[in-house]
């Protein structure tokens, strides 16, 4: 790996990570303010909107300009959207903005990768790349607690610049500031990252072009043989992740008896399963051997199923940290896949848009779905059980339909060989 791999590294870390300790923040923000809880969720629905609203048009603004000034760019605009909370606005507003921001820095981050590296070196950056992002979810978990908690408000509080009034006077806007501080740190990292020399035809501007271009590239992803498979996957994945966050959320306070605070400890023990899982797929599976994993997501599912049975920390732990093993195992390859397919078949950015348009769309989907199991009062084992025969069900039948691509193709290549 070169030195810009590494800079784009830490770029990614850092804004990473004041994204994740920006929600924390916000919910901060919002019981200072007494806010109803509903709003509380309202918060991720509006940090993923724009990904979605936005997926036909960013790719094409990634693939306009050198990788690293879109992603200065984007951390600018991040920086903005948590400026907006000290004149008073909304923090779903506030939110909404930084979401904007991170929309249009995502397929700059990943299209940089396949103009920087090989393609035979994209699974061990994918490992890299999420692991990096588990740590910062983790960190920026941590960070965002100890930014809200009483102590960390107060400590904040003390600090002060002399000779001039910041005009910080609450300890969520010093929460703030910190955050705006490592965003800034983000896009100092942005601007060190090396020109690829990558350089794509003229970009479309008008809307409704880009939206038929958009739809055509999503098309011919979903129509490719391994780019529909690996697609499915990821979508599916990113979905699943973000539902089960809430799941053990949930799950952790009625059948663990633990209290919030407590509870996210287990997610953080489902991201350092990720991280590992990603590190050991990074090691050991080869871009070819990619679609050798998807047995794996099925296991996962029926893992999933067994959280109903335990009713103690000590089982849980190991339990989810095999979960996240399990799932980062078999998304970095598919990732990589995905990538390197999205990069023959089309540009990087507008492919990576098409992942992101997929992957986030999953995500309000299940949110949707949660939330309505929720307000039918269903029992927590009875969503668990729904929620993972669905994750192994739908692996099955991707894998199935991948053994039917596979069998399409050997027996085209036969063909042509009596043709010859």
Not at 370 to 386: E, F, G, P, Q, S
């Amino acid at each position: 790996m070169n030195r810009g791999f590494y800079t784009i590294m830490a770029a990614q870390f850092f804004s990473s990570l004041a994204d994740n300790a920006l929600i924390f923040v916000a919910i901060g923000l919002l019981t200072a303010m007494k806010a109803p809880p509903s709003l509380t969720p309202l918060l991720k629905l509006s940090f993923v909107l724009f990904y979605v609203l936005l997926a036909a048009f960013v790719g094409a603004f990634a693939d306009s300009m050198p990788k690293g000034r879109v992603m200065f760019i984007a951390n600018l605009i991040k920086v903005a959207g948590c400026c907006l909370i000290f004149f008073s606005v909304h923090p779903l507003i506030a939110c909404a903005v930084v979401g904007f921001g991170a929309a249009v820095y995502s397929p700059a981050k990943y299209g940089i990768l396949t103009e920087l590296l090989p393609a035979e070196k994209l699974v061990a950056a994918n490992g890299w790349i999420e692991g990096l992002t588990v740590m910062s979810i983790i960190f920026g978990t941590v960070m965002g607690g100890a930014l809200v908690s009483t102590h960390g408000g107060a400590w904040l509080m003390t600090l002060d610049v002399p000779m001039f009034d910041t005009g910080i006077d609450t300890p969520v806007k010093a929460s703030l500031a910190v955050l705006i501080a490592v965003y800034a740190l983000a896009a100092i990292f942005n601007l060190r990252i090396p020109d690829t020399g990558a350089r794509y035809e003229h970009q479309e501007r008008n809307p409704l072009k880009l939206i038929a271009d958009f739809a055509e590239c999503s098309a011919t992803l979903w129509k490719d043989k391994l780019g529909q498979i690996s697609l499915a996957v990821t979508t599916l994945f990113w979905g699943a992740g973000a539902s089960l966050q809430l799941i053990l959320l949930e799950w952790a306070k009625r059948s663990l008896h633990m209290p919030l605070d407590k509870a996210t400890t287990l997610i953080g023990v489902l991201a350092v399963g990720v991280a590992v899982g990603a590190a050991m797929a990074a090691k050991m599976i080869p871009l070819k051997k990619s679609l050798t994993v998807i047995p794996l997501g099925i296991i996962m599912g029926i893992v999933v199923m067994s959280m109903t049975m335990v009713y103690s920390v000590t089982i849980a732990a190991p339990l989810l940290l095999l979960i996240g093993l399990l799932s980062g195992f078999f998304v970095v390859p598919m990732n990589a896949l995905l990538q390197h397919r999205g990069h023959v078949l089309m540009s990087a950015g507008h492919s990576i848009a098409v992942q992101n348009f997929n992957e986030n769309l999953s995500i309000l989907t299940m949110m949707a779905v949660y939330a309505i199991m929720l307000t039918l009062h269903l029992d927590m084992n009875v969503i668990i059980i729904l929620f993972g025969f669905a994750l192994a069900g739908l692996m099955y039948m991707i894998g199935r339909r991948h053994a039917a691509n596979q069998r399409e193709h050997d027996s085209l290549a036969l063909i042509g060989e009596h043709k010859h």
